[in-house]
């Protein structure tokens, strides 16, 4: 699962959504709708669909999930 913000053009909030994909994946199907003119579509975690049109996209993050950690350390 990754975490991808994606800021639109002329909105001041950006968009955090959570997909069952590889970051490796989207990045392809986002390069792919913006070359083509095409929207950007996905379906998050939650089974929203989202489309966004790839003329109005102003960047797309993939954001890093850091392992947590959990438990105690001795010194």
């Known amino acids: 699962m990754i975490t991808v913000v994606?800021?639109?053009?002329?909105?001041a909030r950006e968009l955090t959504v959570d997909l069952e994909l590889d970051a490796d994946r989207f990045f392809a199907s986002v390069d792919q709708a913006v070359r083509a003119g095409t929207p950007v579509q996905f379906t998050d975690t939650n089974g929203d669909?989202?489309?966004?049109?790839?003329?109005?996209?102003?960047?797309?993050?993939?954001?890093?999930?850091k392992p947590q950690r959990v438990g105690f350390s001795v010194d």
């Open 6 to 11: 994606i800021g639109v053009r002329d909105i």
């Open 49 to 65: 669909r989202v489309l966004v049109p790839s003329s109005a996209l102003g960047f797309v993050q993939v954001v890093s999930e």
